[in-house]
């Protein structure tokens, strides 16, 4: 047998897979644009236009670190107007900030490689996955003006964010800097029309918009991965309607944002994080406290205007259905309409939020007057609460409200669920104790609305009633019996072909040298890990693992040598370009000289920008994507979709993650992960689970939540995507839940996880999880974590040590061995090199 067999090309030609996997991303990006204002001012007929700013030319395509994707080419919002048909007169403007533009990483370069010198490893990793903050151009002349001979301008705020740190609450960041301030306001006093456009992952403030008169209209860009100039374009030219929602409220000033100075870095405990809002979060806590947002969540606008209306609703089992007709009530442009179904439950014991997305639909492009039916369905117990004191999950007898509108400061109530009598749904075990005591946020007068929503007990006559009752929700009563060593014979007899030390050397990946120099019998480069090459002669095959969630991050261009050392040419990670020369000649395969092997991927909009299309069809075709991508590279996991909530709008990574709503999160991961797993043998990898809304310090970070927060926000995104579309994979998240990690965590491994929502697929870490100082491997595999990334000698030992010492048992280590074993043999390449074939070789 070959040592290695990889499937990158050995060519650069364009593969069949990329046109249509780029159209899928042009189609997301379409629909990920939010339109947050426009008085009369777009669309744009083409002709001249004045552009400033950091993102037209310079355009972000998505975030940093391992949530990039390198693609062959993304399309700036620059390139995109030119090909539309514009003419950008502002060419001096934007050459002059291409060159402070590289000045600026000229100076970064050097300071990095300075500090390196007195960096350890640690600090290493942080300073590379820190983010260029892009310069903000120079001031804006007259002469700038007079040149562009239009009436019209675009001006595009860039910002950039990544794992490891998150974003400052300052003006060079979470808020637009004194040069850009001066800049916009000199272009609403310049020029006719003013259009302001967020390059920026997440949510940002937009508090400018009071601050600066006349700016006719702001564009929520986001960041939309390779297509993003061309649907910029083709929005801005009314070619297409925006139809992009907010996943997130917008605040008009970050001190509306819940205990937000107490977030990260801003209160100086880095490692403890009361989550003292509990469950109102987004939302919940801006309706529920009657502070108006900004934008609020579910928002954004149309070049046409719709008419929701209410037809009916329907019980059947414990579901309910709500059917509306929409009408495109314009003349002139076509649409897309996303209708939103609020709940707001009875009030009883159990306070709650004002009310909570259970279901949306959207329609497909009505033209001027056309109508189309749609149909929101959702199960009742997405109305349940998370009672602390009995342990269950219930809805309270009284009036619960259905809202249906176009977001959640517009809505009418439309039906009413009698909620008869008191229902538990589910009893379960208590989970992951508070250490400390919280004192949590409590609404005093719940349920009190602000002018804008209707009061929340008002229950009218005239509406449809449907009585509900525990009939109509059967309780379910979870048991916590330990769980088989595996769940097929088959199984069990493969795993006894295996010695304890090859047990043990599967359940811990093959380690960073292998990632660096990549010593593996499927071969992809630039993958983040693979499980374990040396079982090969037991017929055990290496799993390969590649980020998400925006695509699928492999390595460009790369040499292989003979003995199957995988060398990158371009760096795999943007900030490793400032590597000290002798790095690069180490890790640089040199393309003079040896054949060069390619992988080109497909650049999607960002998670965040995914989600605001609320198009889970186009979710799922971009998954498919993905797997077929996978399929074609020989990944079997994909370590995406990643779907932490919302629930700050500094944190770092919001971009790879969908929403402040877990329903929507849930939904979203759903459907990535039915797209992905069509390919046989491709699974995705549900990330963080749980609690991972944090970057800074997120290696030691305790989010301290109480048990119903945890369950009602932090897990119930998860628990629908595991229940809905039954994902194989998952991966633990970095931080401790309650003062204990995540991947030591037998209550979410094993109770929650498998036990209550019957999850049976792969459980890993976060890389370098269990290094020194953070979590202990061994309790890793006896809580459930099945799979240690990328892997080290020292997790190896540390198992060893604790099976010896009796504090691991042998059946725990089994577990966790037998189900990579079953994944190994559902992977996307058998062991004598087979793609996409179920084949096992004992
Ligand atoms: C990130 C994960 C990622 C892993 C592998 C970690 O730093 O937190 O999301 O999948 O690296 O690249």
């Given at each position: 047998?070959?040592?290695?067999?990889?499937?990158?090309?050995?060519?650069?030609r364009v593969l069949p897979y990329e046109e249509p996997h780029r159209r899928i991303a042009y189609l997301a990006a379409l629909e990920g644009i939010v339109l947050l204002e426009n008085h009369d001012a777009?669309?744009?007929?083409?002709?001249?236009?004045?552009?400033?700013?950091?993102?037209?030319?310079?355009?972000?395509?998505?975030?940093?670190?391992?949530?990039?994707?390198?693609?062959?080419?993304?399309?700036?919002i620059l390139e995109g107007m030119e090909a539309a048909g514009y003419e950008v007169t502002t060419k001096k403007w934007l050459d002059d900030y291409t060159e402070e533009y590289e000045t600026g990483l000229?100076?970064?370069?050097?300071?990095?490689?300075?500090?390196?010198?007195?960096?350890?490893?640690?600090?290493?990793?942080?300073?590379?996955?820190?983010?260029?903050?892009?310069?903000?151009?120079?001031?804006?002349?007259?002469?700038?003006?007079?040149?562009?001979?239009?009436?019209?301008?675009?001006?595009?705020?860039?910002?950039?964010?990544?794992?490891?740190?998150?974003?400052?609450?300052?003006?060079?960041?979470?808020?637009?800097?004194?040069?850009?301030?001066?800049?916009?306001?000199?272009?609403?006093?310049?020029?006719?029309?003013?259009?302001?456009?967020?390059?920026?992952?997440?949510?940002?403030?937009?508090?400018?918009?009071?601050?600066?008169?006349?700016?006719?209209?702001?564009?929520?860009?986001?960041?939309?991965?390779?297509?993003?100039?061309?649907?910029?374009?083709?929005?801005?030219?009314?070619?297409?309607?925006?139809?992009?929602?907010?996943?997130?409220?917008?605040?008009?000033?970050?001190?509306?944002?819940?205990?937000?100075?107490?977030?990260?870095?801003?209160?100086?405990?880095?490692?403890?994080?009361?989550?003292?809002?509990?469950?109102?979060?987004?939302?919940?806590?801006?309706?529920?406290?009657?502070?108006?947002?900004?934008?609020?969540?579910?928002?954004?606008?149309?070049?046409?205007?719709?008419?929701?209306?209410?037809?009916?609703?329907?019980?059947?089992?414990?579901?309910?259905?709500?059917?509306?007709?929409?009408?495109?009530?314009?003349?002139?442009?076509?649409?897309?309409?996303?209708?939103?179904?609020?709940?707001?439950?009875?009030?009883?014991?159990?306070?709650?939020?004002?009310?909570?997305?259970?279901?949306?639909?959207?329609?497909?492009?009505?033209?001027?007057?056309?109508?189309?039916?749609?149909?929101?369905?959702?199960?009742?117990?997405?109305?349940?609460?998370?009672?602390?004191?009995?342990?269950?999950?219930?809805?309270?007898?009284?009036?619960?409200?259905?809202?249906?509108?176009?977001?959640?400061?517009?809505?009418?109530?439309?039906?009413?669920?009698?909620?008869?009598?008191?229902?538990?749904?589910?009893?379960?075990?208590?989970?992951?104790?508070?250490?400390?005591?919280?004192?949590?946020?409590?609404?005093?007068?719940?349920?009190?609305?602000?002018?804008?929503?209707?009061?929340?007990?008002?229950?009218?006559?005239?509406?449809?009633?449907?009585?509900?009752?525990?009939?109509?929700?059967?309780?379910?009563?979870?048991?916590?019996?330990?769980?088989?060593?595996?769940?097929?014979?088959?199984?069990?007899?493969?795993?006894?072909?295996?010695?304890?030390?090859?047990?043990?050397?599967?359940?811990?990946?093959?380690?960073?040298?292998?990632?660096?120099?990549?010593?593996?019998?499927?071969?992809?480069?630039?993958?983040?890990?693979?499980?374990?090459?040396?079982?090969?002669?037991?017929?055990?095959?290496?799993?390969?693992?590649?980020?998400?969630?925006?695509?699928?991050?492999?390595?460009?261009?790369?040499?292989?040598?003979?003995?199957?050392?995988?060398?990158?040419?371009?760096?795999?990670?943007?900030?490793?370009?400032?590597?000290?020369?002798?790095?690069?000649?180490?890790?640089?395969?040199?393309?003079?000289?040896?054949?060069?092997?390619?992988?080109?991927?497909?650049?999607?909009?960002?998670?965040?920008?995914?989600?605001?299309?609320?198009?889970?069809?186009?979710?799922?075709?971009?998954?498919?994507?993905?797997?077929?991508?996978?399929?074609?590279?020989?990944?079997?996991?994909?370590?995406?979709?990643?779907?932490?909530?919302?629930?700050?709008?500094?944190?770092?990574?919001?971009?790879?993650?969908?929403?402040?709503?877990?329903?929507?999160?849930?939904?979203?991961?759903?459907?990535?992960?039915?797209?992905?797993?069509?390919?046989?043998?491709?699974?995705?990898?549900?990330?963080?689970?749980?609690?991972?809304?944090?970057?800074?310090?997120?290696?030691?970070?305790?989010?301290?939540?109480?048990?119903?927060?945890?369950?009602?926000?932090?897990l119930r995104g998860f628990e629908i995507a595991v229940r809905e579309s039954h994902p194989k994979g998952l991966m633990t998240s970095y931080n401790k839940i309650n003062g204990t990690y995540a991947n030591?965590?037998?209550?979410?491994?094993?109770?929650?996880?498998?036990?209550?929502?019957?999850?049976?697929?792969?459980?890993?870490?976060?890389?370098?999880?269990?290094?020194?100082?953070?979590?202990?491997?061994?309790?890793?595999?006896?809580?459930?974590?099945?799979?240690?990334?990328?892997?080290?000698?020292?997790?190896?030992?540390?198992?060893?040590?604790?099976?010896?010492?009796?504090?691991?048992?042998?059946?725990?280590?089994?577990?966790?061995?037998?189900?990579?074993?079953?994944?190994?043999?559902?992977?996307?390449?058998?062991?004598?090199?087979?793609?996409?074939?179920?084949?096992?070789?004992?």
């Amino acid at each position: 047998m070959k040592n290695y067999i990889t499937y990158a090309k050995t060519d650069d030609r364009v593969l069949p897979y990329e046109e249509p996997h780029r159209r899928i991303a042009y189609l997301a990006a379409l629909e990920g644009i939010v339109l947050l204002e426009n008085h009369d001012a777009l669309p744009i007929p083409s002709g001249k236009i004045a552009m400033y700013g950091s993102g037209v030319e310079h355009t972000i395509k998505g975030g940093t670190g391992s949530g990039e994707v390198n693609e062959r080419h993304s399309v700036s919002i620059l390139e995109g107007m030119e090909a539309a048909g514009y003419e950008v007169t502002t060419k001096k403007w934007l050459d002059d900030y291409t060159e402070e533009y590289e000045t600026g990483l000229k100076e970064l370069e050097a300071k990095i490689k300075s500090s390196l010198k007195k960096l350890d490893i640690q600090s290493y990793l942080t300073m590379f996955l820190q983010s260029y903050l892009y310069p903000f151009g120079r001031l804006i002349t007259e002469q700038d003006v007079t040149d562009s001979d239009t009436d019209t301008c675009i001006y595009v705020v860039a910002r950039q964010s990544g794992e490891g740190s998150d974003r400052k609450l300052e003006n060079q960041d979470f808020q637009l800097s004194d040069t850009e301030k001066t800049n916009i306001r000199f272009c609403t006093q310049h020029y006719k029309k003013t259009i302001v456009v967020l390059n920026i992952g997440s949510s940002f403030d937009t508090s400018f918009m009071e601050e600066i008169p006349g700016i006719d209209a702001l564009v929520y860009f986001c960041q939309l991965g390779t297509a993003g100039g061309t649907a910029f374009a083709d929005v801005i030219s009314g070619k297409v309607t925006p139809s992009g929602k907010l996943t997130d409220t917008w605040v008009s000033s970050y001190s509306d944002v819940p205990y937000g100075m107490d977030y990260s870095y801003l209160n100086g405990d880095l490692e403890n994080e009361n989550y003292l809002e509990d469950i109102y979060v987004g939302y919940r806590y801006y309706d529920t406290f009657r502070i108006t947002p900004r934008y609020p969540f579910g928002y954004g606008l149309s070049y046409t205007t719709f008419d929701i209306r209410y037809q009916g609703i329907e019980k059947s089992g414990d579901t309910i259905s709500v059917r509306v007709i929409v009408k495109n009530t314009g003349d002139t442009y076509s649409g897309k309409e996303i209708v939103q179904l609020y709940a707001s439950c009875p009030q009883g014991n159990l306070k709650k939020e004002y009310q909570r997305l259970v279901a949306f639909a959207k329609t497909d492009t009505l033209e001027p007057g056309q109508e189309e039916i749609l149909t929101l369905t959702f199960p009742l117990s997405y109305l349940t609460s998370y009672n602390e004191a009995s342990a269950s999950t219930i809805i309270e007898k009284g009036t619960c409200l259905l809202r249906i509108g176009s977001h959640s400061r517009q809505t009418e109530v439309c039906a009413v669920l009698n909620i008869t009598e008191d229902i538990c749904a589910s009893v379960h075990k208590h989970i992951c104790p508070v250490q400390t005591p919280l004192e949590v946020l409590y609404p005093e007068a719940p349920g009190e609305t602000d002018s804008e929503t209707p009061d929340v007990t008002e229950a009218p006559e005239e509406k449809d009633h449907l009585d509900i009752t525990q009939e109509d929700l059967p309780t379910v009563t979870f048991t916590y019996d330990e769980l088989p060593v595996t769940g097929n014979q088959k199984l069990t007899e493969d795993l006894k072909k295996l010695t304890v030390k090859e047990r043990i050397q599967l359940v811990v990946g093959a380690g960073l040298k292998d990632m660096l120099m990549n010593e593996s019998y499927v071969k992809v480069p630039g993958a983040a890990g693979n499980t374990t090459s040396s079982l090969l002669k037991k017929g055990v095959v290496n799993l390969v693992l590649a980020d998400g969630p925006a695509g699928l991050r492999i390595q460009r261009r790369s040499t292989i040598g003979r003995n199957g050392t995988a060398k990158m040419i371009d760096m795999q990670i943007d900030m490793m370009k400032y590597f000290p020369e002798i790095f690069k000649k180490l890790l640089c395969g040199n393309p003079e000289k040896d054949q060069v092997y390619y992988q080109y991927t497909t650049a999607f909009p960002v998670a965040t920008a995914m989600a605001q299309t609320w198009n889970p069809d186009l979710l799922e075709q971009m998954g498919q994507a993905v797997g077929e991508e996978m399929l074609e590279y020989g990944v079997s996991f994909w370590l995406a979709p990643g779907m932490n909530i919302h629930r700050n709008p500094l944190c770092g990574r919001n971009f790879e993650y969908y929403s402040e709503d877990p329903l929507l999160s849930g939904k979203m991961a759903s459907a990535v992960t039915r797209g992905v797993q069509k390919n046989q043998g491709c699974s995705v990898t549900l990330k963080h689970f749980c609690g991972n809304n944090q970057e800074n310090n997120r290696n030691h970070v305790s989010s301290n939540m109480t048990e119903r927060a945890l369950r009602e926000i932090y897990l119930r995104g998860f628990e629908i995507a595991v229940r809905e579309s039954h994902p194989k994979g998952l991966m633990t998240s970095y931080n401790k839940i309650n003062g204990t990690y995540a991947n030591n965590s037998k209550d979410l491994l094993t109770h929650v996880l498998r036990q209550e929502w019957g999850f049976d697929g792969l459980v890993m870490t976060d890389w370098t999880a269990t290094a020194k100082g953070q979590s202990d491997p061994a309790v890793c595999i006896a809580s459930g974590n099945d799979l240690l990334m990328p892997g080290s000698s020292s997790d190896k030992k540390r198992i060893r040590k604790a099976i010896k010492e009796g504090t691991l048992t042998r059946r725990d280590l089994n577990r966790c061995a037998g189900r990579i074993l079953a994944a190994t043999q559902n992977a996307c390449v058998s062991i004598d090199g087979e793609k996409g074939t179920y084949k096992s070789d004992f």
